[in-house]
């Protein structure tokens, strides 16, 4: 394995944008050089402190210091400056959802193909050492034969009608922006049970509230899995919920607290609660690794093999096909695809 320093550059100045430059000033393996914004950076700023502010994305793009781009732009413009960013030569971290469907998402993973860079959607948990020692459980038959798996993940933003949550032209609502936690997290166990990396599922249905925003508010699914496995899995941006994972299988159940942030974004103890036949055990998982530079790290530690095992292209290609299940399930279809773009 080949380990690289990545200097990095990240597209857009958001709140994701701003938790991950956070981050990676704690990485061993990368740190950020510069960050573009379509406007005036202004005070936002200081929250990237010591890097060149491009105004404009094809700017850092053309950056010659930029080993690695950091896709946090609105969902909708994901695959637009992935796949430029691609033909630029830059390793790509694009933040989740890769893009608005499994169509985009082809294309991605292309233009990476093509150009022989690094690719990995960003689901920061999928790296972090608590998701491995779940897997682990699981895979060891810590509960015996998983047979359910119920995970959510959901909160509730007041509406705004200029909000990018609220926006179907910008990909708002739950499933694309948090649902796709959930779902990723049943492909996993599904996977882990039977001693793969991920399983999906052989039938998906759903039901959920599009509101007058035009997107999906809250929503719920259910994934039937070879086997007979059932994962239920619920998402929304007008909802306040558990955002929790419990597997049921046949000696007990597992039940994780926190399996999106794990440990913390600043590192901390993240626990796996176990309980087998009538027995409770807890697994502790306790680092000083900040979450997005375990992240980042991931990606330097990979670079030379193009994607990090923990969330390959298929990986990412797999969860976008069962999101776009969902979503044609609820009838939610957003602009750009009604305009003919890639589907």
Known sequence: MTVTHLRWGILGTGRIARQFAAGLGHARQGRLVA????????????????????????????DAEVDAVYVATPHNSHA??????????????????????????????????????????????????LTAALVRLVGEGAIGAPRLIRSAFGYNKPFDAGSRTYDPALGGGGILDVGCYPV??????????????????????????????????????????????????ATGVAVAMDNTVRIDGTRGHIH?????????????????????????????????DWLYAIEADACARHVAERQVPEMTWEDTLGNMRTLD?????????????????VS
């Open 35 to 62: 960050v573009a914004s379509r406007g005036v950076l202004g005070e936002a700023v200081a929250e990237f402190a010591g890097a060149r502010v491009h105004v404009g994305y094809e700017a850092l793009l053309g």
């Open 325 to 341: 299940a969902w979503r044609a399930a609820i009838g939610l279809v957003y602009p750009a695809e009604r305009m003919g773009r």
């Open 256 to 288: 994780v607290a926190s399996p999106w942030w794990c440990s913390g974004r600043e590192g901390g103890r993240g626990v796996i609660a176990v309980q087998a036949d009538g027995v409770m055990t807890e697994h502790v998982v306790e680092t000083a």
């Open 80 to 129: 637009e400056w992935a796949i430029r960013a691609a033909g630029a030569g830059k390793h790509l971290l694009v933040e989740k959802p890769i893009g608005l469907n499994a169509g985009e998402a082809r294309a991605i993973i292309e233009a990476a193909r093509k150009h022989d860079v690094f690719l990995m959607e960003a689901f920061m948990n999928r790296v972090h050492p």
């Open 184 to 233: 990723g997290m049943a492909r996993l166990i599904a996977g882990a049970a039977v001693g793969r990396a991920f399983a999906d599922p052989v039938e998906v249905s759903g039901v959920g509230h599009i509101g007058a925003s035009g997107v999906d508010e809250w929503a719920a699914a259910t994934l039937t899995f070879a086997g007979g496995l059932i994962a239920q899995v």
